[in-house]
């Protein structure tokens, strides 16, 4: 079950060794060359994509004791999500633009992310996996910060994954479909060459060739022997009719949506 945090901010921030899960080997050694961003709101099927990537190619990833092992709750340089509103609502937060605009040298923010991260790291590939929710907005700033980055965009139907997503944001269907156009407004435009764009529709219809389609596997090594999936993970099922129906056929026309051939 996913979980969705909102404990009060601290002025220590939650990076300690005593994160680390017990199962796990860590490998804080790995020489990391490179990074692989996936971007997407939460509930779009990020954390069920990272673990197919994963599994499927050589890449070294985080994992700890915080919700779906996210980056973003394991660095001190910039804030959570969960500190400009969380769930269904940070892409509208000026502060949050405000406080990225001020991390401007991208040195040493890589220096600090790294030093967070790095105690975290699984694996010896010199190619580091990371999604958190907020990279979708964060595209052209991690690009600063990571030379060489690729990112991976992953999108599911607004109105899913606003039904999905308004128990924890208890704001409106409307509310929520307007900041899923907030955030990928803000992904468009600072896309580039060294973005791809899955949809969630055409990944669990078949994830192999989305991938392939997306054209992010050609910069990946595949595993001679792929891992085995985390059971919850495992099953890629196409939910969001539930979802989409709890919208009672509201049409909402077009936005950041139409460009990725959502029809809503």
């Not at 940070?90 to 790294?114: E, H, K, Q, W, Y």
């Not at 099922?237 to 460009?259: L, M, S």
Request: aromatic share 10%; net charge neutral.
């Amino acid at each position: 079950m996913f979980r969705f945090w909102r404990k009060k901010s601290t002025n220590r921030p939650r990076t300690g060794l005593d994160l680390r899960l017990p199962d796990v080997t860590y490998s804080p050694d790995t020489h990391i060359t490179r990074h692989l961003f996936v971007c997407g709101l939460h509930r779009s099927g990020t954390t069920m994509l990272e673990r197919y990537l994963h599994a499927n190619y050589a890449l070294s990833v985080l994992r700890a004791d915080v919700q779906q092992s996210e980056g973003q709750f394991l660095q001190d340089v910039y804030p959570a999500a969960l500190e400009f509103g969380g769930v269904g609502r940070f892409a509208f937060s000026a502060p949050m633009r405000a406080a990225m605009g001020a991390l401007d040298d991208p040195v040493t923010c890589n220096t600090r992310i790294m030093e967070g991260w790095r105690r975290f790291l699984v694996g010896d590939a010199p190619m580091l996996l990371e999604k958190s929710p907020p990279n979708i907005t964060k595209i052209a700033w991690l690009r600063r910060v990571f030379p060489g980055a690729i990112f991976l965009i992953f999108v599911r139907d607004p109105r899913a994954v606003a039904g999905a997503t308004q128990k924890w944001s208890q704001t409106s269907l409307e509310e929520l479909v307007m900041h899923w156009n907030a955030a990928h407004s803000i992904a468009l435009d600072e896309m580039g060459e060294d973005c791809h764009v899955i949809r969630y529709e055409d990944f669990c219809v078949d994830p192999a060739n989305a991938v392939a389609r997306s054209g992010v596997a050609e910069h990946l090594d595949p595993r001679a022997n792929p891992i085995e999936i985390e059971a919850r993970f495992d099953r890629f099922e196409d939910r969001n009719a539930d979802y989409i129906a709890r919208h009672n056929g509201t049409r909402y026309g077009r936005g950041a949506w139409t460009a990725f051939g959502y029809d809503i």
